[in-house]
C-alpha cells in the first residue's frame, strides 16, 4: 500500500462540500462500537457499505447503508437464542436508503415500502427457525415499529454510528474556522433527548497523511426544567482532501444516570480507495471482522441493540 510519510502539507479551504465523483460514489467500513457499562464493556463490530444513489431534491440525496459483513458481539457471533432471534430480524432493515441533507446530516428513511415488503419474507423465514410466546411479542413489536414510518424514522434518529457518521460537517466554516449549533441527542432510555450545545472547528491544514480533519466537542445545555445527566461528546472526523468523504470517524459520548456509561464509535475505510496507512486498532491490523476470535464474552445485548 502507498504510504503518505512525505505527504506536503497544504491549506484547507474553510467551506467543505462533499464532491461525490461519477458514476458512483461508494466507500466501505470497520464499523466498532464499545458500550462502557456494568459489569463489562460490550463491543459490537461489522462492516458497512455507503453509497450516493442520487440527489432528489436542491438540498437532499440518497444513500444506501448495507451491512457487508455478519455482525460479532464480544468477537462472537450471536450466542443466546433471544439474540439470534434479533440479530435474524433486524435484516429487515438493510439495505437502509437514507436521506441526508446537503450539510452531510441526517434526515430520514427513504426507503419504507421497501422494508414493509421485505417483512413478509423476514417473518416467515424467522417463524421457520423460532417458535413460541416471546417469538411472536417480538415479531409483532417489530412489525408494529415498520409499518409506523414515524417511528421507524425515531429508531435510526437514535443510531449511534447514523447519528454521528451523517453529521452536518459540510458547511463554511468562515474564517474563525469554527462553527457552534445545538443538537439533541437520545442517549438516556425512556427520557427525552438530550440538548448539546456542539462546538466543531476545522484545522486550518491536512495533516502528515495529507487528510481534513475536523474536531468536534460538545456538552449538555443544563437548564431548570430538565434532568441533568453530565452529558459529553467528542468526536475527529478525517476527510479526504479531494472528495471530503470521510476517511476515519472517532467518536466519544459519555453521561451519567445514576451510573457512568461511556459509547465509543471507531470507523475506518477499509476499501483501496483509503488514503491512510493500516491504522491498529485495540491491537487489531485493521477492521476486517470476517474471521472472529472465538473467546467468552457478554451475551444477551444483542436483543436489546436491534430491538425496534
Not at 458514476?23 to 455507503?50: C, H, M
Request: aromatic share 12%.
Amino acid at each position: 500500500m502507498e504510504t503518505f510519510n512525505n505527504t506536503a502539507i497544504v491549506a484547507v479551504p474553510t467551506s467543505l462540500n462533499l464532491k461525490l465523483n461519477p458514476p458512483f460514489f461508494s466507500r466501505s467500513y470497520g464499523v466498532l462500537l464499545t458500550f462502557s457499562a456494568k459489569p463489562e464493556d460490550i463491543s459490537i463490530k461489522y462492516e458497512t457499505q455507503i453509497s450516493y444513489l442520487k440527489t432528489i431534491e436542491d438540498n437532499k440525496r440518497l444513500f444506501k447503508i448495507d451491512r457487508i459483513s455478519e455482525v460479532y458481539i464480544n468477537d462472537l457471533p450471536p450466542g443466546r437464542t433471544a439474540d439470534q432471534l434479533a440479530y435474524e430480524t433486524g435484516k429487515v432493515f438493510y439495505p437502509l436508503i437514507v436521506e441526508v441533507a446537503f450539510d452531510g446530516s441526517y434526515i430520514g428513511i427513504n426507503n419504507h415500502q421497501e422494508i414493509k415488503q421485505r417483512w413478509i419474507l423476514v417473518k416467515q423465514n424467522v417463524l421457520s427457525y423460532f417458535s413460541g410466546d416471546e417469538v411472536n411479542e417480538y415479531l409483532s413489536q417489530t412489525e408494529n415499529t415498520i409499518y409506523d414510518e414515524f417511528a421507524l424514522d425515531i429508531c435510526f434518529q437514535t443510531d449511534f454510528f447514523i447519528n454521528t457518521f451523517f453529521s452536518p460537517i459540510y458547511q463554511n466554516y468562515g474564517e474563525s474556522r469554527t462553527l457552534i449549533r445545538n443538537s439533541f441527542l437520545s442517549l438516556v432510555a425512556q427520557m427525552p433527548p438530550i440538548e448539546m450545545e456542539i462546538n466543531t472547528q476545522l484545522a486550518a491544514e491536512t495533516n502528515h497523511y495529507g487528510a481534513m480533519e475536523i474536531e468536534q466537542n460538545g456538552k449538555e445545555i443544563v437548564n431548570d426544567e430538565n434532568l441533568s445527566f453530565n452529558a459529553i461528546y467528542s468526536a475527529n472526523f478525517v476527510l479526504d482532501i479531494k472528495t471530503r468523504s470521510i476517511e476515519s470517524l472517532l467518536a466519544n459520548y459519555q453521561w451519567q444516570d445514576g451510573e457512568k456509561h461511556e459509547v465509543d464509535i471507531k470507523v475506518f475505510r477499509i476499501d483501496e480507495g483509503q488514503i491512510h496507512q493500516q491504522q491498529n486498532i485495540d491491537g487489531a491490523d485493521n477492521l476486517i471482522f470476517l474471521d472472529p476470535v472465538y473467546n467468552e464474552g457478554k451475551k444477551g445485548f444483542f436483543k436489546n441493540l436491534f430491538k425496534k
